[in-house]
């Protein structure tokens, strides 16, 4: 007699021996002719030649199967229990997932007010790489919603205050998803998410205002060029005029 552990609650045994030992009775037959090696045409006599004794009890943790088989039946019964496992797994995760309800999350984001409209235009545009990051937190199952927007009037509701502080310039950003994911990580996400494109917006800004400064120095140096070309050419029509001879009239 063996004794194995299967990674699920107690509290779920009925749910995986399922109704009426439905579950229970597809595992026996797919271990009798995993052992059996096909699928059809299985006598009476191969069917009982397989003796397989499976029970199921509550651990403390877990649930425990306890089995009595051939030695050289073990492989194949742990092969469909844990088979078995995942399934139950992946129908609870689901079944727990469809439990919880959409969760709203409001980030209100204390920033520089000369750089808020430029970065809001680009958050905004990378909206779905944030659905991406915030998808890939643990307990997320899915993000259905995310608006940004620059807080026009004063906000009544729970909010998570993140970047300058005493700014009076704020981004608010709302998110609709589904799960119930740790703050930490969802403030990791935000901050990354807005130090990057804040970061973006001021190089551009930084780089257009270097441009603008370019630009004027080169227009008054073209006007400065343009004066001394004026002046050079009315200097020369001068020393023209001055150096020109000088004609006398002769009276006779």
């Not at 399922?18 to 069917?47: H, Q, R, V, Y």
């Not at 790489?129 to 890939?136: E, H, P, R, V, W």
Request: hydrophobic residues 35%.
């Amino acid at each position: 007699m063996i004794t194995i552990s299967l990674n699920i609650p107690p509290k779920d045994l009925g749910l995986f021996i399922g109704k009426s030992g439905m579950n229970f009775k597809k595992m026996i037959a797919e271990m009798k002719k995993k052992i059996l090696g096909k699928e059809t045409e299985i006598t009476p006599d191969e069917w009982s030649s397989v003796e397989i004794l499976l029970k199921f009890v509550k651990g403390i943790n877990d649930i425990k199967a306890i089995i009595n088989c051939k030695s050289e039946y073990l492989n194949n019964i742990t092969e469909i229990l844990n088979k078995y496992v995942n399934i139950h797994n992946k129908k609870y995760s689901k079944y727990k997932r469809n439990l919880i309800k959409d969760n709203i999350l409001v980030y209100k984001i204390g920033t520089e007010g000369k750089y808020i409209e430029k970065l809001i235009e680009l958050l905004k545009c990378n909206i779905p790489k944030l659905k991406i990051d915030i998808s890939k937190i643990p307990l997320v199952y899915s993000v259905s919603n995310i608006s940004i927007e620059k807080q026009n009037k004063y906000y009544i509701g729970n909010y998570i205050y993140l970047g300058e502080i005493d700014c009076t310039e704020h981004i608010m950003i709302f998110i609709t998803l589904n799960g119930t994911p740790e703050i930490k990580y969802m403030n990791s996400v935000i901050n990354n998410f807005i130090n990057t494109y804040l970061t973006i917006t001021k190089k551009n800004e930084n780089f257009e205002a270097i441009n603008k400064y370019n630009l004027d120095i080169f227009n008054n140096f073209i006007l400065h060029q343009n004066t001394i070309v004026r002046n050079k050419n009315y200097d020369l029509y001068s020393k023209e005029r001055c150096n020109s001879p000088i004609h006398r009239s002769i009276s006779c």
